[in-house]
Every structure is written in structure tokens, then in C-alpha cells.
């Protein structure tokens, strides 16, 4: 072989033999590139993922504070909205009670009540009270059920008080305690 020959042979060879080498440098390289292009996705990809959760849960925590604060609102206007109720509601039977006082089954429940307490007082001493308010009724009363009554000082919007002083005993048989107790057991 001549010189040529050999210089073009050995031009080829070194030329494979580097373009080989080159092709193994730049396929690690692409390699490397490509794990490291995965791995830093992964990585921003967990961050986003991080970052995206942390917002999402931002926002869940804005929510959840402004649908408590809203519920809470609600609760007070309810709970305002149903007192003026209830006072509306007590008011009415105050004006029921007023107008019931002037009927004739008014009078025949005061007679009513006034046995009943000397029933309980079996022969006892007992001091009935009738409200300022039944003054008019006094004498009509007293007629009915044979019995001295004495007007209160105190009002207690309609019905009697009884006292029964031998057993130490009120018989509250008045508009004004049961009014109370209708309150009380709505919470008023």
C-alpha cells in the first residue's frame, strides 16, 4: 500500500474512531441531559403540586371562614328575628288576656279559681286578692262565691292571689305568674 492509501485508511479509521467516540459523548450526554431534564421535572412538578395544594387549601380556609361567618350571621338574625317573635307573640296574648278580662267566662273563672283555693285551704282562714285592674268585678264576685276579697296593691294582670297564712301557703293562681311561666319555657 502506498502512502496514500495508508494516509486515507488511517483518515478513515481516525475519523470513525472519532466520530464513534463523539457518538458515545454526545448519547451520555443526551442521557445525562434527559435524566436530568426528567429529574427537574419531577422536581417542578412536585412544586407546583406543592404549591397548587397549599393555594387550594388557602382557598378551602377562606371559604370554610367566610361560610362560618355567614353562618354565624344568619344564627344571630335568626336568633334576634325569633325573640322579636316571641315578644310579638306574648305581646298578642297580653291584648288576648286584656280582652278575655272583659267577658263573663273571665268572671265565672275568677269564681272558679277563688273555690278551688277554699277547697285547698279545707277550712283555713283565706285571704283571696283580686288585681286593681278587677276592682269593677269585686262585688259581683264576692256575691257569687260568698267570700270577702281584697284588691291588690301589686298588679298581676287578672286572676288571684290566695293566701292560706295557717299553712303558710300562696296559691298563685294569677295571669301575670302564668304569663311568666309560658315565657320562661319559650326562653323569653
Keep these: 500500500m502506498e502512502i496514500k492509501e495508508k494516509l486515507d485508511a488511517f483518515y478513515t479509521a481516525a475519523i470513525e474512531a472519532a466520530k464513534s467516540k463523539g457518538d458515545a ?6 442521557k445525562i441531559y434527559e435524566e436530568s431534564i426528567s429529574e427537574y421535572e419531577k422536581q417542578k412538578r412536585k ?21 362560618s ?9 335568626y336568633h334576634e328575628e325569633t325573640i322579636k317573635k316571641k315578644e310579638q ?14 267577658t263573663e267566662e273571665y268572671r265565672e273563672c275568677l269564681a272558679r279559681k277563688i273555690r278551688t283555693a277554699f277547697e285547698i285551704a279545707k277550712g283555713e282562714a283565706v285571704t ?7 276592682a269593677s268585678l269585686k262585688e259581683t264576685v ?10 291588690s296593691e301589686t298588679d298581676f294582670m287578672g286572676g288571684i292571689r290566695a293566701v292560706i297564712r295557717s299553712k303558710n301557703m300562696l296559691i298563685d293562681e294569677s295571669f301575670l305568674s302564668r304569663l311568666a ?8
Aim: aromatic letters at 8%; glycine letters at 4%.
Design 47 to 67: 412544586e407546583y403540586e406543592s404549591i397548587r395544594l397549599g393555594r387550594d387549601a388557602e382557598i378551602r380556609h377562606e371559604i370554610n371562614r367566610e361560610v
Design 69 to 77: 361567618e355567614r353562618i354565624l350571621l344568619l344564627k344571630k338574625e
Design 89 to 102: 307573640l306574648f305581646a298578642c296574648v297580653s291584648k288576648k288576656l286584656a280582652e278575655y278580662k272583659k
Design 25 to 30: 459523548v454526545v448519547n451520555e450526554y443526551t
Design 142 to 151: 264576692e256575691a257569687e262565691t260568698g267570700c270577702e276579697l281584697t284588691i
Design 181 to 188: 311561666e309560658e315565657k320562661a319555657s319559650y326562653g323569653v
Design 128 to 134: 283571696v286578692y283580686l288585681d286593681a285592674s278587677d
